[in-house]
């Protein structure tokens, strides 16, 4: 990795005087330090790497820097829903896909050839010329996993997440609510839209209902078991 970045920062160099856009040294500062982290950086944390380094930039500066080498093909910036842009490295010729945490916001990388075969496949089977894709998976890191109760208040459900009503507090007054409005113990729901602000979108069957977040706070819900359901494989 060493000699790769040294590499990298040779390369970057010539194109940058080639451009003739000045502060080359700033420019090769600010490089330096990304090629020398692994992780998905927004712009934020690069301008506290900068800092812990030594350097103070604009972060308009650094953000320039930062499009120039997605541009130069040295950065990737990457959109995952519900996070500010990140970049990582644009190792040429290397290719990974993404897991990514919606509570912590942990990413993880990985590549299975199997998938990327099976993408081609499909692509090509449909006379599609296939030239990039992106494989995101959104879900719970096993950090998140293990740390949630299993047994947790509807509010606190994710966006996506599949989870059985396995009891309802309160009184006979949200209970009787909550069963006019069909809802039951072992009933599955799927947590269509929880930002965590006003009411929760939730699917029931083939219905779509909101709740607010009073009455979410009532019902409670698990996991289903952790078997993938195969229907929907
Ligand atoms: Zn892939
Ligand atoms: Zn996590
Ligand atoms: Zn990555």
Request: net charge negative.
């Amino acid at each position: 990795m060493v000699n790769d970045s040294h590499f990298e920062k040779e390369n970057f160099r010539s194109l940058i005087e080639s451009d003739e856009i000045g502060n080359v040294e700033e420019r090769l500062n600010v490089i330096d330090v990304f090629l020398n982290t692994e992780e998905h950086v927004t712009l934020e944390e690069m301008m506290q790497l900068l800092k812990e380094r030594g350097f103070d930039y604009e972060t308009e500066f650094v953000k320039q820097c930062m499009n120039r080498w997605v541009v130069h093909g040295f950065a990737q910036k990457k959109l995952f829903e519900g996070q500010p842009p990140r970049y990582e490295h644009h190792h040429l010729g290397r290719h990974h896909d993404h897991l990514i945490c919606t509570k912590c916001g942990r990413i993880a990388e990985f590549n299975d050839e199997e998938i990327e075969t099976l993408q081609l496949k499909i692509a090509t089977s449909r006379g599609f010329h296939m030239l990039q894709h992106k494989m995101e998976i959104y879900g719970l890191c096993s950090q998140c996993v293990s740390q949630r109760t299993p047994l947790m208040p509807l509010a606190m459900a994710k966006s996506g997440e599949k989870l059985i009503i396995t009891d309802i507090m309160g009184g006979t007054h949200a209970r009787d609510r909550l069963t006019s409005m069909g809802l039951r113990r072992g009933d599955s729901l799927e947590i269509i839209n929880n930002n965590g602000l006003g009411r929760l979108i939730v699917g029931h069957g083939t219905t779509r209902m909101a709740l607010g977040r009073g009455i979410a706070q009532k019902i409670m819900v698990s996991l289903p078991s952790e078997k993938p359901d195969e229907a929907d494989i």
